[in-house]
């Protein structure tokens, strides 16, 4: 069983920073590939980011060259560093772990966290 706690959302104005936090409840953390999802009103929830157990990296175009994924294997915790932002990416932030491929499809992940806010103003 994973769990998995996110935290860092908050309010912040565009242009702005801010680094949300994941940490995972798990015996071997580098077993999982750990990945970023977020879900804005009304609409689906969609791909952000994933990091495999090593340093290989995916975004969506939306995201690439703002967000930066991370991990602290020795901490066992995953990172979301997201800069330049938009106030279309006011979201609920998932955290989420999987055993698969460093996908971008949230059937490939079977732990999620509860999500935290991210509001950006314009």
């Known amino acids: 069983q994973v769990q998995l706690v996110e935290s860092g959302g908050g309010l912040v104005q565009a242009g702005g920073s801010l680094r949300l936090s994941c940490a995972a409840s798990v015996r071997t953390f580098t077993n999982y590939v750990m990945a970023w999802f977020r879900q804005a009103p009304g609409k689906e929830r969609e791909f952000v980011a994933a990091v495999g157990w090593s340093v290989y990296t995916r975004y969506p175009d939306s995201v690439k060259g703002r967000f930066t994924i991370s991990r602290d294997n020795a901490k066992n915790t995953v990172y979301l560093q997201m800069s330049s932002l938009e106030p279309e990416d006011t979201a609920v932030y998932y955290c989420?772990?999987?055993?698969?491929?460093?996908?971008?499809?949230?059937?490939?992940?079977?732990?999620w966290g509860q999500g935290t806010q991210v509001t950006v103003s314009s």
């Open positions: 989420a772990a999987g055993r698969g491929l460093t996908s971008e499809h949230e059937r490939d992940y079977d732990y």
